[in-house]
């Protein structure tokens, strides 16, 4: 039986983000096979057909719901969750909810530009878009992998990196017509999760995941080098740092610094919690904001100092009484838009002003 500490996969197959203590995400037994006596001879079986993927429902309250990424075309904001859901924004408050042709939980969002964007989730599904997230395209689809995507990157429009559960890690060269598997034993071997992926300053790709896996492409992601880790937990999510450098997050509360990726110097830094990381995002004064676990939210500024944010939403009472109250669901992902912290999580999406 193995054991893996994955929260992100957890409360994506279960759709839970409200507790973590190390989740067990995948069991694997091997049961003894019942001898059958020589003259009982067992009728095959049915073939099962295949899963078709079903679109995704629209829902006037899809906003509030279980969302796990955000980020922006750089015209527009987008967030996904739960159930296909893909949503859009102009100004961080309004969200008007886009039909996809899959209704698998999406993990992942990324664009390369205006037009051109690409999803990733559950039942390794991948989706595009090619006109700034009007409608969008199933290039993949394979629930018989049980294995789901957990993040994307879009190096251009053409090439594009999607990785996730148990080592998957897929790659396409031309817009995704093609994807194929990553040729990457030095991090996919041992079948490891791999959580996140970031491009670093110089153009190096940097991977991280379950038990501390570390990942390093410096020629756009053909051939991987296994890093040195800082950390034997998991971790979740890197964000550039500098030129070469990067600051990686995870379980517990551990975030570590590098200013040279490659060299393997890493400095831990003390953010005063225990609580886990599964997001972040670059701040535009230099800094950077993570998010996580029960409503967590810190902001590390680049000379070092640690402050907490408090996310909160308008509530209404009996009386018709408004007030702030404080989010405390946890937070999957965030995103800088014009001057506010966009973040996203059990609770459905949030925003903060930062300035």
Known sequence: MKKRDSLKLTMLAGLVLSSFAGALIAQDEVAAEAEVPAEEVAAPEAATPPVKPRPSELSRLAYRGLLLDVTTSGKHLFAVGDRGTVLVSNNARDWAQVQTPSRSALTGIAFADENIGYAVGHDAVILKTSDGGKTWLLQNFQPEL??????????????????????????????????????????????????????????????????????????????????????????????????????????????????????????????????????????????????????????????????????????????????????????????????RLVVVGEQGVQALRIN
């Open 146 to 339: 049980e294995k789901p995507f957990l993040s994307v990157l879009a190096l251009d429009a053409d090439n594009v990196i999607a990785l996730g559960a148990y080592g998957l890690m897929y790659r396409t060269s031309d817009g995704g017509s093609t994807w194929n598997e990553v040729n990457a034993p030095a991090i996919r071997e041992e079948e490891l999760h791999l959580n996140g992926i970031a491009k670093l300053g110089n153009g190096s790709l940097l991977v991280v995941g379950e038990q501390g896996t570390a990942g390093l492409s410096t020629d756009g992601g053909s051939n991987w080098e296994k890093l040195v880790s800082p950390y034997d937990g998991s971790l979740y999510g890197a964000i550039a740092v500098g030129d070469k450098g990067a600051l990686i997050f995870g379980l517990r509360g551990n975030v570590y610094r590098s200013d040279d990726v490659a060299a393997g110097v890493w400095t831990q830094i003390n953010v005063n919690t225990v609580s886990s990381f599964f997001g972040g995002t670059a701040l535009p004064d230099g800094g950077v904001a993570l998010v996580g676990l029960a409503g967590k939210v810190l902001r590390l500024d680049s000379s070092g100092g640690v402050s907490a944010l408090v996310v909160t939403r308008p509530q209404t009472d009996a009386n018709g009484n408004t007030t702030d109250k404080e989010v405390t669901g946890s937070f999957a992902s965030a995103h800088v838009w014009a001057g």
